[in-house]
């Protein structure tokens, strides 16, 4: 396959500097992940990123005027499916493979590269795999490194494509990568210091408030570079230090999708999507569009807050999906 002649290609070169051979069946095994002890990490890839269908140029994307149709609509739902990871105990914060897959059909074609800088639990990686586009996944934490393995190890048969989940700070992605190489960037980061305080479930409904999650911390990790400890104005400089160094990775008119709520904290609403959308204009990120994404199906058995007195709308039944792009040259 195409995707595995860049790999095996990658692999010789990096394997014939080094003193300590490998068989040739390991060297030509594309690799599902590239952690510090790889002879791959913090080196080019060589994954492939053009597109292989028979799209014209000028197309976005691979979608039927009908799919575009159904995708022009501001507010979306989804369902999670068999394969979505629910358990809070694998990862605090996951999203449904439709989801990831509906943004990757709208902005890249097949073989083209899809990169996600907070991989988490895998879920873009798997529905990268699904559609056919090459993908890479970074996170700092190495248990969900071989979560992604785990879940990308079914491999589609149909798949021409790579996916490869990388154990390595965001900061570091243009390491791996050259100038315009990427034609989507998608993720959903850690919401600042969201998670990282005791769950009191106010929202949830008389027993179920007192469920297995209540009283616990969430959070991903307690490492110092993980967004999820940050306040709201660090995580916000860190993100923008980040996705700055991504963008001149990022093929122009090619997109960002972030999706982020907002949050409550002492009262007081943080808004983290506009903190996001200002800073990222500062980094010269264009925002096209702001897509809501309705919860509404998915939460469960939503309780009152903040009756009589203070109105409040619930967090957990939508998020937003915010849209940038890298401009034009001119």
């Known amino acids: 396959m195409l995707a595995a002649k860049f790999w095996q290609k990658w692999y ?53 005027g009908k799919e575009w149709l159904k995708s022009q609509l501001g507010v979306w739902q989804f369902h999670y499916e068999g394969r979505d990871i ?10 449904p493979i439709s989801l990831a897959k509906r943004i990757i059909e709208l902005f890249s074609h097949e073989g083209e590269l899809v990169v996600d800088p907070f991989v988490g639990s895998g879920t873009t990686l798997l529905a990268a795999q699904d559609l056919n586009r ?21 491999n589609n048969l149909f798949n021409s494509s790579q996916q490869i989940a990388i154990q390595d700070d965001a900061l570091n992605i243009n390491q791996y990568l050259e ?8 993720t959903s980061p850690p919401y600042s210091n969201l998670l990282n305080r005791k769950r009191k479930n106010k929202s949830r409904r008389g027993d179920e408030r007192h469920n297995d ?7 991903y990790s307690q490492d110092p570079r993980d967004l999820g400890t940050m306040p709201l104005e660090k995580y916000t400089q860190k993100m923008g ?16 999708v ?53 109105y409040i709308t619930m967090g957990t039944t939508f998020e937003y999906l915010l849209d940038f792009w890298r401009p034009p040259k001119e």
């Not at 629910?86 to 999203?95: Q, S």
């Not at 996944?137 to 190890?153: M, T, V």
């Not at 100038?179 to 998608?186: A, G, V």
């Not at 996705?243 to 997109?255: I, Q, R, V």
């Open 12 to 64: 010789v070169t990096i394997y014939n500097t080094m003193e300590n051979t490998n068989t040739k069946s390991n060297r030509d095994t594309p690799p599902l992940t590239i952690n510090e002890s790889s002879p791959l990490y913090r080196t080019k890839s060589c994954i492939n990123t053009d597109k292989t269908c028979s799209c014209k140029e000028n197309h976005l994307n691979c979608m039927t």
């Open 86 to 95: 629910r358990d809070k105990n694998l990862h605090p914060a996951t999203f």
């Open 134 to 154: 090459n993908a890479l996944g970074f996170d700092l934490q190495p248990d969900y490194i071989e979560l992604c393995k785990r879940r990308l190890s079914n």
């Open 179 to 186: 100038p315009e190489t990427i034609k989507l960037i998608w």
């Open 213 to 219: 999650q209540f009283g616990k911390i969430e959070q």
């Open 241 to 256: 230090d980040i996705f700055e160094n991504l963008l001149p990775l990022l093929k122009p008119k090619g997109h960002c």
């Open 258 to 310: 972030i999706n982020v709520p907002d949050m409550w904290w002492e009262n007081k609403r943080i808004t983290i999507h506009i903190a996001l959308v200002e800073e990222f204009r500062k980094r010269g990120y264009e925002l096209r569009n702001t897509i809501i994404w309705d919860r509404t199906n998915i939460v469960n058995r939503v309780g009152i807050f903040g009756w009589p007195s203070n």
